[in-house]
């Protein structure tokens, strides 16, 4: 897992890299929660969302935020940070230039950051978004969504009440060509145990690989 620096727009980024034996494999950029609030790239969910896709067989990136360990800059509310998330897709994308799919995943703050990216990003192949704060931010950007993904939101979050989440996924699934595989933990608040994460992990793995499945095979079709 070694540690990578890239260019940010406001200095440098600390990131972790693991880059994919197979040839053309898909990648994934991890994004973490609020980094007022403690988040960084070494949150228990962000490091499950990477170990699992990395066994998917995805070259994976996860980095901090600016001012969040080594990476420099500071704070700049949503804005700034939204930009890193772009730079860490540039990164991702220099490295493997043939990849046969983009994929970005967020938690919280990082879920809001990764759709984000995802509208700046046309040729994403799918997301996953996890505890998405959608009473705290306007998602009204996604118009439209320019990919299906995963939604999962945790019953009892204390933070952002499901019910806000749930209205998001209707409006987006009410788009054409848009699917929303959206999935409520029962019990679950806005933190995950380690319990709760192992099935984030397994509800990820088990999206995702439905998507790639049907993707190749739509290829042997063809």
Not at 84 to 112: C, E, H, I, K, R
Not at 114 to 137: D, K, N, T
Request: charged share 20%; net charge neutral; glycine share 10%.
């Amino acid at each position: 897992m070694p540690e990578v620096m890239f260019a940010g727009p406001d200095g440098r980024l600390e990131g972790r890299y693991h880059h994919a034996k197979q040839p053309n494999a898909p990648t994934a950029l991890i994004l973490h929660p609020h980094p007022l609030h403690g988040g960084t790239m070494n949150n228990r969910v962000v490091h499950a969302l990477y170990e699992r896709f990395r066994l998917m067989g995805f070259s994976t990136l996860r980095f901090n935020f600016r001012g969040v360990g080594k990476s420099q800059g500071r704070y700049d509310g949503g804005i700034g940070e939204i930009s890193d998330g772009t730079a860490a897709l540039d990164f991702l994308q220099a490295v493997n230039p043939a990849a046969s799919m983009l994929w970005v995943a967020g938690y919280s703050f990082g879920a809001y950051v990764g759709m984000q990216v995802l509208m700046r990003r046309p040729e994403m192949g799918g997301f996953v978004s996890i505890a998405a704060p959608a009473s705290h931010y306007d998602f009204g950007f996604l118009a439209p969504c320019p990919c299906s993904g995963l939604i999962l939101h945790g019953e009892a979050d204390e933070l952002v009440p499901e019910p806000s989440v749930r209205k998001l996924v209707d409006k987006l699934n009410t788009q054409k060509g848009i699917k929303i595989d959206y999935r409520v933990m029962e019990g679950a608040t806005h933190v995950f145990t380690p319990e709760q994460t192992a099935r984030v992990a397994d509800a990820t793995q088990d999206h995702v690989m439905t998507v790639l499945n049907r993707a190749r095979m739509s290829m042997a079709a063809d």
